[in-house]
C-alpha cells in the first residue's frame, strides 16, 4: 500500500540530536495529520494540517516542530527529546480535515530516544 | 471532556466464536464513528464506520451498532477467524473549534485456531 508513505520507518536519537520525520501522501487529500501512539495509550493527536495551514496544536511541547510545506508532504522536525517521547509516530490524511472524514494512516515511524 | 472508552483491553476467542467490542463517547455532538484494525507491526486500517443517522451497518462478517442515547457503539465480528487477530481501535468525531477524531486505548483480540 503506498497512499501514505512515512521516512525513516526506524529512529534511534540521542537527546541532543535533531532529526526529521517525513511524510508523504498520494491520494490527493487536503489534510494531514501527527499522531503519537504510545503502548496501552489511545491514539494521541498532535497536529492537524488543512491546505497548508496548521488548525490543531494539541498542546504538544514546542521540542515538536511540525511543517507542511504542501498538501502531500507533511514533516515532524524532533530537536531536544526526551526518553518518553519514544513511540511510534503516525502520520495520516484526509479528503478535508475534521473528524467526520475517513482518515488514511502511514505504517509510523517508530522513534527511540535514549 | 473528550473522552472515548473501550473494552475489553484484551479478548480471546475460539475460532468460528463470534467477538464484540464496546465503546462509549462524552459528546452527545459526536456523528461519526470509524472503526480501526491495526495488525501488528502494521499501519491502523479502517474497517467500518458508521454515521450518527444509522443505527446498524454491516459489511460481511463485520456490524457496527450504535446507540445515541444511550452514546454507546460495538464492533461485532462473526465467524472469527485467526487472521482477526489484531489490535482495534475505535474513535468518535469531537466538534468544538475544529472537529477531530478521539480514540479509545484498543482491544487486542486473538483468535484462537
Known amino acids: 500500500e503506498t497512499g501514505v508513505t512515512q521516512t525513516p520507518r526506524h529512529l534511534v536519537m540521542g537527546m541532543t540530536n535533531k532529526k526529521s520525520l517525513k511524510c508523504e501522501q498520494h491520494?490527493?487529500?487536503?489534510?494531514m495529520y501527527w499522531y503519537k501512539q504510545s503502548a496501552k495509550k489511545p491514539l494521541e493527536l498532535m497536529f492537524v494540517?488543512?491546505?497548508?495551514?496548521?488548525?490543531e496544536n494539541n498542546s504538544v511541547p514546542s521540542r515538536f516542530s511540525p511543517e507542511c510545506p504542501n498538501s502531500s508532504h507533511l514533516f515532524l522536525h524532533l530537536h531536544t527529546l526526551q526518553p518518553e517521547d519514544s513511540a511510534l509516530y503516525l502520520c495520516?490524511?484526509?479528503?478535508?480535515?475534521?473528524?467526520?472524514?475517513?482518515?488514511?494512516f502511514g505504517p509510523g515511524t517508530r522513534l527511540t530516544v535514549l | 471532556g473528550e473522552n472515548v472508552e473501550q473494552h475489553p483491553s484484551t479478548l480471546s476467542v475460539q475460532e468460528g466464536d463470534s467477538a464484540v467490542i464496546k465503546c462509549t463517547y462524552s459528546?452527545?455532538?459526536?456523528?461519526?464513528f470509524p472503526w480501526y484494525k491495526q495488525e501488528l507491526g502494521k499501519r491502523p486500517q479502517l474497517i467500518i464506520d458508521?454515521?450518527?443517522?444509522?443505527g446498524e451497518k454491516k459489511d460481511q462478517r463485520i456490524a457496527v451498532t450504535l446507540n445515541k442515547t444511550a452514546k454507546h457503539f460495538s464492533l461485532h465480528i462473526t465467524e472469527t477467524q485467526p487472521e482477526d487477530s489484531a489490535v482495534y481501535f475505535c474513535?468518535?468525531?469531537?466538534?468544538?473549534?475544529?472537529?477531530?477524531?478521539?480514540f479509545g486505548t484498543g482491544t487486542l483480540l486473538a483468535v484462537q485456531p
Open positions: 494540517y488543512s491546505l497548508e495551514e496548521r488548525v
Open positions: 474513535a468518535a468525531s469531537y466538534g468544538g473549534a475544529t472537529n477531530k477524531l478521539i
Open positions: 495520516a490524511s484526509s479528503p478535508i480535515a475534521g473528524g467526520t472524514d475517513t482518515q488514511y
Open positions: 491520494l490527493g487529500h487536503n489534510a
Open positions: 459528546d452527545s455532538a459526536s456523528n461519526y
Open positions: 458508521i454515521r450518527s443517522n444509522v
